[in-house]
Structure formats: C-alpha cells, structure tokens
T-cell receptor
Framework: QKEVEQNSGPLSVPEGAIASLNCTYS??????FFWYRQYSGKSPELIMF????GDKEDGRFTAQLNKASQYVSLLIRDSQPSDSATYLC?????????????FGQGTILTVHP | SQTIHQWPATLVQPVGSPLSLECTVE??????LYWYRQAAGRGLQLLFY??????ISSEVPQNLSASRPQDRQFILSSKKLLLSDSGFYLC????????????FGNGTRLTVT
C-alpha cells in the first residue's frame, strides 16, 4: 500500500510568519511530488511541483525534497490570511503509474491577523 | 493550458437512482483522465483513470463505473446510488507525459438521500 502521510493540523501561524508543511511517503520509487491548495468547498489547485532533491522556489512558496528521507515539505513565507486552506501533498510513482497521484489527508493551515 | 469542465456543481439524488457525471477537457490532446472522490473531511481517493478512448482502469471495487467515449470526455456513472456514494467528485487530467501535474475541474458535490 503506497501511502502519503501529513499532519492533519490545524497549523496556526500569525500573519507574516513562515508556515511549514510536511509530508512523508512510503514508496521509495516515487518520482514526482506536488503540493495542492484546497479552499473549503473548492477543488484542489496546484501550487508547486518538485522532481529533484533540494529546494524549488516560486514567489512566497518553497518546496523541499529529500528522497533519501522520503520527505517533502512546503514553506510559505510572509503568510497571509488568504493562505488559510487545506494543503494536500501528492506523490506520483512515475513509470507505468500513468500519472496517478496518491494524496495525503491534507494539513489545515490557519493564518490569523 | 488544460481546462477541465465538470457539471453539475451540486446534485442531490435519492438512494437507488442512477447517476451520470460528465467531464470534458480543453487545451490538451490525448490526456490521461481521472475520477477522484473526496468524502467529507477526508483525502482524495482515486476511483478510475483512463489513458485513452475506451481504456478505463478501476482502482477500487465499488458501485460506480466510468467510460471514455471520446478523447476529451470522461463519464462517471452508477445504475443505483447508495448513501455511501455521497461525496465531492473531482475530474482531473494531465497532458499524458510522465510526471505531469494533475489539474482538477471544479468538482460535483453529490448528496445521496
């Protein structure tokens, strides 16, 4: 059973702080990793993807991948109340997986003014 | 860029009634297509995926079926709905390349009464 684990939270941070969201995965052969944001009642929206070990930055978001530790994280700098949402980590095994993603349960983030 | 269209946005159906949810894709040829379900307060569960016309794979045994009669059309069906079929149904697609990100439609919230 391929699993993706996230702390369900809620994670509460003050406005302007750094929010750190973490995810571990069980399939050592996983090749690509995604972070989605999901507002209540809405569909998931892609924020970041990362394929290689290290950091990838896009605006206020940084994705970090450590394949040896089977760990991927998302940092949100200068957190805003509009960042309050559920953040889903998703993993693609690659190869013949046909692009199927396995999702974690999601971490609820609340940014308070 | 790829756009996923889903309808209806909300649906209330009695137990034992049939179901048909449709999803169409714009902006990509030969996409991989997926149906996910999200039960209240839970993660996304992959139900079906398709790599081409009439090519459907089921991920979990259940009361539902899927069909892909055209390259950019994906349909989720049931002959008789169960209470446990309630949830948020999401159609998603990729460009067909390995490790491509998934993009979601706006989803259909189904309540079976």
């Amino acid at each position: 059973q391929k699993e993706v684990e996230q702390n369900s939270g809620p994670l509460s941070v003050p406005e302007g702080a750094i929010a750190s969201l973490n995810c571990t995965y069980s399939d050592r052969g996983s090749q690509s990793f995604f972070w989605y944001r999901q507002y209540s009642g809405k569909s998931p929206e892609l924020i970041m993807f990362i394929y290689s070990n290290g950091d990838k930055e896009d605006g206020r978001f940084t994705a970090q991948l450590n394949k040896a530790s089977q760990y991927v994280s998302l940092l949100i700098r200068d957190s805003q109340p509009s960042d309050s949402a559920t953040y889903l980590c998703a993993v693609n095994a690659g190869g013949t997986s046909y692009g199927k993603l396995t999702f974690g349960q999601g971490t609820i983030l609340t940014v308070h003014p | 860029s790829q756009t996923i269209h889903q309808w209806p946005a909300t649906l209330v159906q009695p137990v034992g009634s049939p179901l048909s949810l449709e999803c169409t894709v714009e902006g990509t040829s030969n996409p991989n297509l997926y149906w996910y379900r999200q039960a209240a307060g839970r993660g996304l569960q992959l139900l079906f995926y398709s790599i081409g016309i009439d090519q459907i794979s089921s991920e979990v045994p259940q009361n539902l079926s899927a069909s892909r009669p055209q390259d950019r059309q994906f349909i989720l069906s049931s002959k008789k709905l169960l209470l446990s079929d309630s949830g948020f149904y999401l159609c998603a697609g990729t460009g067909g390349m390995t490790n491509s990100p998934l993009h979601f439609g706006n989803g259909t919230r189904l309540t079976v009464t």
